[in-house]
């Protein structure tokens, strides 16, 4: 028994030591999220769980939006219904929901309580330990698949360390973990291998679990079903490609058997799209879509925005090794078929409507078909020479390094999730400081829409090392009426050097309670580049507060580092027209 254990353990030891790496850079270089199930896709993906069988409030077509206002208020608010004529329904598909319940529903039996939401610490903990297991599985089918590439076992674990470590898979499965990305990378995987292996030796069983695992990644995300045009690279030949294509076709009991296996997997979708919409075949996007005539393919490549291969530049590796597959190997089929399906793929990602895809670090989509994708990385790594294999080795290491900087940049809001561009990217290149924190999140302010209330100028203001120095204080005595007041705005020059660590601070109050607290670095006020003298600005908005003539505005900078010199220093107050 000790033995078959040991056994079990040796062959799984390259994903476990993964793992273990997963879990020391989470507790030590990625920043600590509680919150698992998190929001937006996650949180609609995951909601089928609570919603089934906690609430029970599921089936919602016997009754209109408008004969339970308040359910449809609180499930729109979220962000995960949408309208689907007098109904609304979870845009997003169950499959996600159906992997993650084990490990739901051992949480829901641990939990004493008899009122829950679903989202306590407990499901938190579950979903992130679901989405480590559906990692862990994927790996293990992929270190499968490759195996039946005759890749050597190093150059296996090399490619499964560098898909984890330098790739949007990483906050993915420690962040994000209950979007549908990992759990897709595991069940396209697994497809994957069981395709190869078909098509190493055709059997109905194999056949049967290909069909199962189809119709799981259509309801896990149905775009993912792209995968079956993979299928020709899987194969190796064509002639291997065709024969087993063919070998099924020529089995009516196959083909009838497989329908049903897939069409039972759906049919789990459409209970639900039934019993929230009385429908059986639903498009739950609504107006989302995509725009095959108008195709963002360069920007989801290489935009700084959200491009591939800014975020994830390891796949360069799979480029070349696509290369050397094309013209030292001389294996034109592999090369050719795998570079159809990418471009194929990334032609199909970048036409939905919202090629960015929304609040996301890298180009989420691609996170699904990780394995096909570093399949070519595997065989380069393999094959050349040590020269190459130490500077390949090398490299990614660094590009390791750089993805765990830069999605802790993520998690400290130093890359702006959405709009990020070349200027904003190299910046802030490899920079953690606190200060840089939230550096690109300042709302945009046409000040023409303001009208001037008051101006001050302050002349030159120097702070000197771990001091708070007021510049501005406008008490109920001075007489200065701010009823229509919500903007304010300060303006310098500065050399703006990166290691400035200086705030300015603004508050409004009373004797009785604070109205408007805000602190942000100066060196977000820069305009142009930094490390150069240049006027730099910020404006403050907020709500208009009543009778501010009784309040107090106080205006101060907090120094904690070396001495700051600012001058031509500039604070505006405006109301909006």
Known sequence: ??????????????????????????????????????????????????????????????????????????????????????????????????????????????????????????????????????????LIFFRKLLVLYEVNPWSIFFTQFVLVFATSALIYTLDYSSYSHIYSFFAITLFLYLSKSYFVKPSLKQFLLLCAILGLIFITRQVNILILFALPFI????????????????????????????????????????????????????????NFLNPEFTNILFSYRKGLFVYTPILIGSILGVLVLLFLKKEYYLGLTWLAFFLFLSYVFSSWHAWEYGASYGSRPFIDFYAILFIPFAFLFSKVNVWLKSLLLFSSLFLVFLNILQTYQYQSYIFHWINMDKKKYWSVFMETGEQFNGIFWEGDVNESEYDLIKKFSMGEVEVAENEELVILEITPSDSIYFDAMNLMSISFQSDFKKEMSAKIHLQIDDSTQNYFWHERPLLHFYTEKFNSHQEGKHSFTFPTIENSSSKRIVISIINPGENVVLSDVRIKFQSKK
């Open 1 to 138: 028994m000790l033995h078959k254990i040991f056994n079990i353990l040796k062959s799984i030891l390259g994903e476990l030591i993964i793992v273990i790496l997963l879990l020391i850079v989470a507790n030590n270089y990625i920043l600590k999220v509680n919150d698992h199930i998190g929001f937006a896709d996650g949180k609609g993906y995951y909601e089928y769980l609570p919603s089934t069988f906690i609430r029970h409030d599921m089936q919602r077509n016997d009754f209109s939006v408008n004969e339970n206002l308040e359910l449809y208020k609180s499930v729109q608010s979220a962000g995960i219904y949408d309208s689907y004529g007098d109904f609304v329904i979870n845009k997003y598909t169950c499959g996600t929901a159906l992997l993650q319940s084990p490990f739901f529903f051992g949480a829901y039996l641990l939990e004493s309580s008899n009122e829950l939401s679903g989202y306590e610490p407990s499901f938190q903990l579950a979903i992130y330990i679901s989405t480590i297991f559906y990692l862990f599985l994927g």
């Open 235 to 290: 194969a190796g030949e064509w002639n291997v490609f065709k024969s087993g294509i063919l070998h099924f076709l020529k089995k009516p009991k196959w083909l009838l058997f497989g329908t049903v296996i897939i069409f039972s997997v759906v049919f789990i979708q459409m209970i639900f799209w039934y019993l929230q919409t009385g429908e059986f075949i639903v498009y739950s996007y609504q107006d989302e879509g995509f």
